[in-house]
C-alpha cells in the first residue's frame, strides 16, 4: 500500500518535492516494519496507533475550540493534546526547560532533548493566537507555566521570527524545533531553516481522514528513534541524503535532455533555412552562437510551461479550463506525443506541434484577452465557460524578439515530438528492458529547476566546417554535458581506440558503439540518397552512424 501523504506540508520543500511524493515510502518502510515487529513481540502499541486514540480526544477539543471557548480554556488543552503527541512519538515524560534569549527575554521550552554531552538536540514549544485565523507560523509561544497559574502569556514575536533567534540566537541551540499549536504540528530542522524549509502536519485533516498510511508517515517524521536516537545515524538525516541523491538524478536527466533538445532545435532551424527558407548557407551563414542562445531559450520556455502547468495552484497557467488544456496547453502535446511516439512518420512533415507551441508561448506574452478592457471584464465574472484568462508576463524569454530565427521558423512535428518525448521522459539507462518514465514536473522543485537552469547557461554552439569526431582523454568517462573536443577524420588517426567517444545502442541488431558527429549544413542529404560508405575504423560495427546521418545531417554540437 502506498503512503498517503495528504495533510503533510512539505513546505519549501524540506525534502524536494519529486523525492518526498514518490520515494518517501521506501525509505520509511524499514522503519514502519521495525515498529510493527516489535509491537507485535512486545505487545506494545505502534506510533501509529497512539496517535488514532490521540485523535479520539483531539475532536472534541477542537470541536469547542470552533465553537469559540474560551481562550485559557484552548491553551489548557494544548498543553494536555501537546504532551499526549509527545508521548505517542516516543518522547516519554515531558521535560520542560527556560532558554534566555540573547539575554533580552525567556522562552518556555515544553520539551527537551538533550544530547549525551547534555547539549540540547530538540526543543518541543507550544503555539498559540487570540487570532483564529491566523496560519502557525505567525502565532507567538505560549508560555505554559503562566496557563498553570491561570494567566494566558503569549511572546510579542511570532513563531517564524522567534524560530530564527531559537535557531540562531542561542548560545547552545537545538537541531530541531516542534511547534505544537491546537491544529498544527511543525517540524524545523536548523540545517534547513535558513532557506525557511520546514514540515507541517495539518491535524484536522490527518485526524479526520484516519488514514493509516498518514499516520504512519507522521511517526516516522516526528518520531523520537527518526530525530534523537540513541545511537546511529538519525533517520531524517538518511532520508534527505536520499532526497538529495534522487533530486540530483531528476536534474541530472532533465540537463541531458535539455541539451539534446538544443541540439535537435539548431538543427532543425538550420534545415528550414536551407529547404524551405531557400537560404544559401555559405553566402549567409548562420551565427552558432546566436542560434545556440536562441534555442536555449526556447527551451526555458517550455521548461517554465511544463512546471507551471503542472503546478495550478500557482495560479497562472489556466489549465483546469477544458478549452485551453485540450486546445493549448503543452500537457496536451505531451498526451499527443505519447500516443503516437512509435508511429511519427505520419505526422512527420506537418508543423501543428510547432505552431500550436508558438500560439501558446505568445499567449504567455501578450496575455488572453489581450484587450485590457476585456482582460478585466472577463477576470472579474464570476461563472466562465469555454474561455480562459491568461495575465501577460513581459519577460525577455518569451519576448519574440529574442528569438528571430525560431519565429521564422517552421519546425516539423517529428522533430517536436522528438523534443516533447526528451522533456518528457527520464533518461534511458541503457540497459536492456529498461523503461523511461514520465517526468512529473508538479513534483519538481524550484531548486532543481534552478540547477537545470543554471547548468547550461555556459553552453555554447558551433557548426562544424568539415565531419569532426569527439575525442577524450584515455581513462576518463565520457559526459555529454561536459566540454567536448573534436578532431578532423584526418586527425582522428592519431587516437586509440580508449581516447575516441562511441555512443550505446540499446537495439540488439545495431552496434554498441558509433561516433558522435558534426556536419556542414549545406550536407543534407534525403533518406532515400544510398548511404556513404563505412569508415575503416567503423567497419566492425553497423550503420547506425549513417542511418542518422541521412535523417539529421547537420549537427548543432555543444
Not at 61 to 76: E, K, S, W
Not at 405 to 424: E, F, G, P, Q, T
Request: glycine fraction near 4%; include cysteine.
Amino acid at each position: 500500500m502506498s503512503i498517503d501523504l495528504t495533510g503533510i506540508g512539505n513546505r519549501n520543500e524540506y525534502y524536494t518535492n519529486h523525492y518526498f511524493s514518490t520515494m518517501f515510502e521506501d525509505g520509511a518502510s524499514e522503519r514502519i516494519k521495525q515498529w510493527t515487529e516489535e509491537s507485535k513481540n512486545q505487545e506494545t502499541k505502534t506510533p501509529w496507533a497512539m496517535l488514532r486514540e490521540n485523535a479520539k480526544q483531539y475532536y472534541p477539543i477542537h470541536d469547542r475550540y470552533d465553537r469559540g471557548q474560551p481562550h485559557l480554556t484552548t491553551a489548557n488543552n494544548i498543553i494536555s493534546m501537546a504532551a499526549q503527541y509527545l508521548e505517542s512519538m516516543g518522547y516519554g515524560t515531558v521535560n520542560s526547560v527556560t532558554i534566555n534569549v540573547d539575554d533580552e527575554f525567556e522562552i518556555s521550552v515544553f520539551h527537551e532533548e538533550v544530547k549525551s554531552n547534555k547539549a540540547p538536540m530538540l526543543w518541543a514549544v507550544l503555539a498559540y493566537s487570540r487570532d483564529k485565523d491566523r496560519g502557525i507560523m505567525e502565532t507567538n509561544i505560549l508560555d505554559f507555566n503562566a496557563v498553570n497559574n491561570d494567566v494566558l502569556t503569549l511572546t510579542d514575536d511570532n513563531i517564524e521570527a522567534l524560530a530564527t533567534k531559537l535557531l540562531f540566537h542561542t548560545a547552545e541551540p537545538p537541531r530541531f524545533l516542534i511547534v505544537i499549536g491546537i491544529d498544527t504540528i511543525v517540524l524545523i530542522d536548523r540545517n534547513k531553516w535558513n532557506e525557511k524549509r520546514y514540515l507541517e502536519f495539518d491535524l484536522q485533516e490527518i485526524f479526520s481522514r484516519h488514514e493509516t498510511t498518514t499516520l504512519q508517515a507522521m511517526s516516522v517524521l516526528l518520531h523520537k528513534d527518526s530525530l534523537c536516537p540513541a545511537d546511529g545515524n538519525a533517520l531524517i538525516d538518511t532520508l534527505d541524503e536520499q532526497s538529495r541523491k534522487h533530486a540530483s538524478g531528476v536534474s541530472q536527466d532533465l540537463k541531458y535532455a535539455l541539451r539534446e533538445s538544443i541540439e535537435i532545435l539548431g538543427n532543425e532551424v538550420i534545415y528550414d533555412l536551407k529547404t524551405r527558407q531557400g537560404k544559401n548557407l555559405i553566402e549567409e551563414p548562420v551565427d552558432a552562437a546566436r542560434l545556440t542562445l536562441e534555442c536555449l531559450r526556447y527551451m526555458y520556455r517550455m521548461l517554465f510551461v511544463l512546471f507551471i502547468e503542472a503546478r495550478p495552484e500557482l495560479g497562472y497557467a489556466p489549465i483546469n479550463e477544458q478549452v485551453y488544456a485540450s486546445g493549448y496547453s503543452l500537457e496536451s502535446l505531451r498526451d499527443i506525443a505519447e500516443s503516437i511516439r512509435n508511429d511519427t512518420e505520419e505526422v512527420g512533415e506537418g508543423f501543428y506541434l510547432y505552431e500550436t507551441l508558438s500560439k501558446l508561448y505568445e499567449l504567455i506574452y501578450t496575455g488572453y484577452p489581450q484587450k485590457e478592457a476585456v482582460y478585466n471584464r472577463v477576470k472579474n465574472l464570476e461563472s466562465v465557460h469555454n474561455i480562459f484568462v491568461i495575465p501577460p508576463l513581459k519577460a525577455h524569454i518569451f519576448d519574440p524578439v529574442y528569438t528571430p530565427m525560431l519565429v521564422n521558423a517552421k519546425i516539423r512535428n517529428s522533430v517536436m515530438l522528438r523534443i516533447i518525448d526528451l522533456m518528457s521522459l527520464t533518461k534511458s539507462t541503457g540497459k536492456k528492458g529498461s523503461r523511461r518514465g514520465r517526468i512529473s514536473y508538479a513534483n519538481l522543485g524550484i531548486n532543481q529547476m534552478g540547477a537545470v537552469y543554471e547548468a547550461l547557461l555556459s553552453y555554447r554552439g558551433f557548426i562544424a566546417e568539415q565531419d569532426l569526431y569527439e575525442v577524450k582523454k584515455a581513462g576518463d568517462s565520457f559526459n555529454e554535458l561536459d566540454v567536448g573536443y573534436f578532431v578532423t577524420a584526418e586527425e582522428l588517426d592519431q587516437y586509440t581506440e580508449e581516447e575516441r567517444v562511441y555512443i550505446e545502442t540499446e537495439d540488439n541488431h545495431c552496434c554498441k558503439r558509433a561516433n558522435r558527429i558534426c556536419l556542414l549544413p549545406q550536407h543534407f542529404c534525403c533518406s532515400d540518397l544510398p548511404l556513404p560508405a563505412c569508415p575503416s575504423f567503423l567497419s566492425p560495427y553497423t550503420d547506425v552512424l549513417h542511418r542518422s546521418r541521412c535523417h539529421n545531417k547537420c549537427r548543432l554540437c555543444l
